[in-house]
């Protein structure tokens, strides 16, 4: 007798596409902890304006053009395999599209208190690049030269002399967008299984002080592949992939209200936020309205935006004031989120330029709060936003 299926059953996997819709090979270590998936696949439905004879409705042709979206959302736990990307690493290269790039085996000649580091060799880093100390992560502002770097906010302990930096991968934007698959494993295995084939990321959504750290990602798909349906070729597959071997999963999440937060044209770290959220928008489409095509060739990214909000309790200090300041003025601010407070569990989001909007004034509770709206963010070019984990 059949029962129902627990919604508890189920994994998933991503994995960067060599090819748009070619289905990649999965392993274990690309399973994600994933929170929900959601498709939607729609056929186009034109209307039909022939003489029938009746008011029936007769039907479309079962050829039409299909469209697929999909959401889906992971929470943020341990990095597991130092060194490498994290499993969830190739839903950020395909949100911002530049190649990852690994800090690792730093050794720290000297440092200052406000940041500056000088390695014992050539540091190879870029601007932008995470580095990591401690329980803290940071963002190289600017290259001094080949052994010195001056990172974005000082850290809570200046690394001594002789001090190893804890490994990075940081995430860059590009000018084009890689796409993944996205795999959706049930138990028992005579459910449906899915593949969702050329996903696209078309806007990312990170929320500060949540439950736990939570990322969003969502954007069109060129096909669902399953195994109630599934017909060779489909995803360039002969066969439904099976699931791979399970491997070591850690299920360690990191908690919504651990981080950091550094705002300001000279950032000052701040501990009345309440709230904040930053999303990446691609403006992304698909090649799929051109004759001779019932579904999409390829992904073409737009214009890039990206926006900050947060609120933050009003006080009196200095930095407070400035920020209101730089929002009446029109005047960038930067802005690093840091998630997470324990090595192996962090995340920075580093936008190094950003208009703030004037804050509304929020008096409905006992305590004051300024929220500054959606405020975009600003760059010369592929620069606007970095991402990493340490």
């Not at 406000?114 to 940071?138: E, K, M, N, W």
């Not at 935006?305 to 006080?315: N, P, W």
């Amino acid at each position: 007798m059949a029962c129902y299926i627990s919604s508890n059953n189920n994994r998933f996997y991503v994995a960067l596409e060599q090819n748009y819709g070619n289905v990649a090979a999965v392993t274990g270590v690309n399973r994600i902890p994933a929170v929900q998936l959601t498709i939607k696949e729609q056929r186009e439905s034109p209307r039909r304006r022939d003489k029938t004879g009746t008011r029936t409705f007769i039907g479309t042709p079962t050829a039409a053009r299909s469209r697929v979206e999909y959401s889906l959302a992971t929470y943020m736990s341990t990095w597991q395999n130092k060194g490498t990307e994290p499993s969830y690493g190739p839903l950020f290269q395909a949100c911002l599209g530049g190649t990852p790039r690994l800090a690792s085996g730093l050794l720290v000649e000297s440092s200052t208190p406000d940041g500056r580091l000088t390695f014992t060799a050539p540091h190879g880093l870029s601007a932008g690049q995470a580095v990591a100390f401690g329980s803290d992560i940071r963002f190289v502002m600017a290259i001094v030269n080949e052994q010195t770097v001056q990172v974005n906010a000082p850290f809570t302990m200046v690394p001594n002399t002789g001090t190893s930096l804890s490994p990075t991968v940081t995430y860059f934007p590009g000018a084009e967008l890689p796409s993944l698959g996205v795999f959706d494993y049930w138990s028992p295995s005579e459910t449906v299984q899915r593949v969702v084939a050329g996903c696209g990321v078309n806007r990312l959504e990170i929320e500060v002080n949540g439950d736990y750290h939570e990322f969003r990602f969502e954007g069109p798909a060129r096909e669902v592949v399953d195994t109630a349906s599934f017909e060779s070729g489909q995803g360039q597959l002969t066969e439904f992939p099976e699931e791979p071997t399970p491997s070591d999963f850690d299920y360690s999440l990191v908690p919504g209200h651990l981080g950091q937060a550094w705002l300001g044209s000279i950032p000052e770290q701040f501990f009345t936020l309440t709230s904040a959220k930053v999303s990446i928008e691609n403006g992304l489409d698909t090649r799929n309205d051109e004759f001779g095509r019932d579904k999409p060739a390829c992904l073409t990214p737009g214009e890039r935006k990206v926006h900050v909000s947060f609120s933050l309790y009003s006080t009196s200090d200095e930095a407070t004031r400035a920020l209101y300041q730089a929002s009446r003025q029109r005047s960038p601010i930067s802005v690093m989120f840091q998630l997470g407070q324990e090595s192996g569990q962090l995340f920075g989001i580093y936008i190094k330029s950003v208009v703030p909007e004037v804050p509304a004034f929020d008096d409905k509770d006992s305590r004051l709060q300024w929220s500054f709206g959606p405020s975009l963010a600003q760059g010369t070019g592929e620069d606007e936003v970095f991402l990493a984990f340490a």
